[in-house]
């Protein structure tokens, strides 16, 4: 098995560069200082990180699953701001003993998650590591609407998802647990499918504030209430589970919940927004609440949740 | 002392964000899925990566040193291409036991590189990992002239440096050595200093080709001769030795070598570029060699060199 310390870095490059896709914005591609991009509008940037053995694990992930996941994160966030994504730069850190297969497979996922989007891989940086992080950041730009941002909810708003929710976090429990009973719910969590383009639609249906659902939804809505100062009230039983969720809970036994994932398990990235009437939530989306004046809090079924999803920097178990 | 695994993610990044600089061309900041940027011109975008004990050691490099760094080796990057630096996007990752105060070093970094230019950090990104990784996405945009890439030297242009080079590895080779004769090379090495803006003026002066010198004169004039096609002859005579590298090789003792350290050191980030004729040459920039027809090569004094600087992949002596 050839390692990427077997090879010396423009070699790595030169197997790796050609596997990424092209951005329809690009004037400049990689392999100079810098690439070149035409942008039409605002522009919107975003970035995030995933690390071995916290957000992911290589028992579980192939390169190609983890290169799906960054890439798709980080388009979500693009979307979420209502903005259409169109590059990504990308790092990559990995120690000697990885295997090019890998690598390679990294660049293929990327590739597959971006390229239906026209979202290019322009740039980046490689070096050695003690363990692999992946750093992706993410531009896009506006197309004719303003920003959507988390901040601008408003008393009387009706708060909508995109998605059924828990399928990543029933995916994690099979794999946690060594009991594969629900192969669709495995595979949302290696390689989670939010609809690039919800974000852009919720916008052109005027959401007020939206957000993607990256940290499970009581913690993503308690921020959205906290910047919007608001008070979000919920109704987990309009919450739309998905059903990968629940046929894992079921196969699983009785511990296992599906709502509580639902609710809290996070990694799904559907879109979470506001709209000033329940007339503008778009078809497919589900009304799971409203805002209110009052405290910046989310309630659950009239209560405030304790279970928060979780926290990156926790040294706990890795989540995904 | 208060390490960042005392804290959750939330209070960390409430005292990282406020050291963090803004920039100007900021419409939104941190905080939310992503920020929201004014472009005027062609996005010029770039990512570099610090990782501990490769290219950098916490007992020579405060956090402030690895921030600085970090914020000019990505401006220097906007800069080659004749741009201007608008942004910044970091992901940090560092161990629980990393220090409060590091961390909160590493923002007073990037503040103090970024704010005299405009330039701020926008948005990023924090994990928990095993060393600390910094990386960094430097976003720019251009302003009435065409990007300048590596590939567009042609035969019978002069080849020009913007600054005197192998301050840095003069100040690497005392850090290596535990022997501090020069405290300006010391702090060249920890804390880059090529003159932003450089680029761009290079840009307005009709450079032809252009890219900013991180890996060495030697490797880096080579990867221009074989972007351009061209042959690149570099008069060594002609190359310009800082100072302070000069006085460190004489301290030091007869081995080191002042002018390999300025042709192969690395680090300093002035620019390297091509310009049609002597007189198109900055003030203040050095001609160091011409453009010729031929192999698509360097050559230095009428010999291809041996030492190619390093690779970053090397699992060898963390260089900076």
Same mark, same amino acid.
């Given at each position: 098995m050839t390692t990427i310390g077997d090879m010396d870095e423009d070699a790595l490059i030169a197997l790796f560069a050609p596997r990424l896709p092209a951005s329809d914005a690009e004037i400049l591609g990689p392999g100079d200082d810098a690439a070149v991009l035409a942008v039409d509008g605002h522009l919107v940037v975003s970035a995030d990180v995933l690390v071995e053995s916290?957000?992911?694990?290589r028992e579980w992930s192939t390169g190609a699953d983890v290169g799906w996941r960054a890439a798709m994160q980080n388009l979500a966030d693009i979307d979420a701001m209502g903005a259409v994504p169109t590059a990504l730069e990308v790092t990559l850190c990995a120690p000697a003993s990885t295997p090019v297969d890998w690598v390679l497979g990294l660049a293929d996922g990327l590739r597959e998650a971006c390229e239906p989007h026209g979202v290019g891989v322009v740039g980046g940086d490689l070096s050695g590591a003690s363990e692999i992080v992946v750093s992706v950041t993410a531009l896009g730009e506006t197309h004719g609407t303003e920003p959507i941002t988390r901040a601008d909810a408003a008393a009387g708003d009706v708060v909508a998802v995109s998605g059924a929710l828990g399928a990543a976090r029933a995916g994690y429990e099979q794999l946690a647990r060594e009991l594969r009973v629900d192969e669709e719910a495995v595979q949302l969590f290696l390689r989670p499918r939010p609809r690039i383009g919800a974000g852009l639609e919720g916008a052109l249906h005027g959401a007020t504030a939206m957000m993607d659902l990256s940290d499970g939804l009581v913690r993503d809505a308690g921020r959205l209430a906290r910047a919007s100062e608001l008070e979000l009230a919920i109704d987990s039983a309009l919450v739309p589970v998905h059903p990968a969720a629940t046929r894992t809970a079921d196969a699983l036994g009785? =511990?296992?919940d599906a709502l509580a994932w639902a609710l809290? =398990? =996070?990694?799904?990235h559907h879109m979470l927004a506001t709209f000033?009437?329940?007339?503008?939530v778009p078809q497919g989306w589900t009304i799971v609440g409203e805002a209110h004046e009052g405290q910046a809090r989310l309630l659950v079924d009239g209560a405030e949740p304790t279970s928060r999803g979780w926290d990156h920097f926790d040294s706990g178990t890795p989540q995904g």
């Open positions: 916290r957000h992911f694990r009785a =511990g296992p809290t =398990g =996070g990694e799904d000033p009437r329940a007339s503008a």
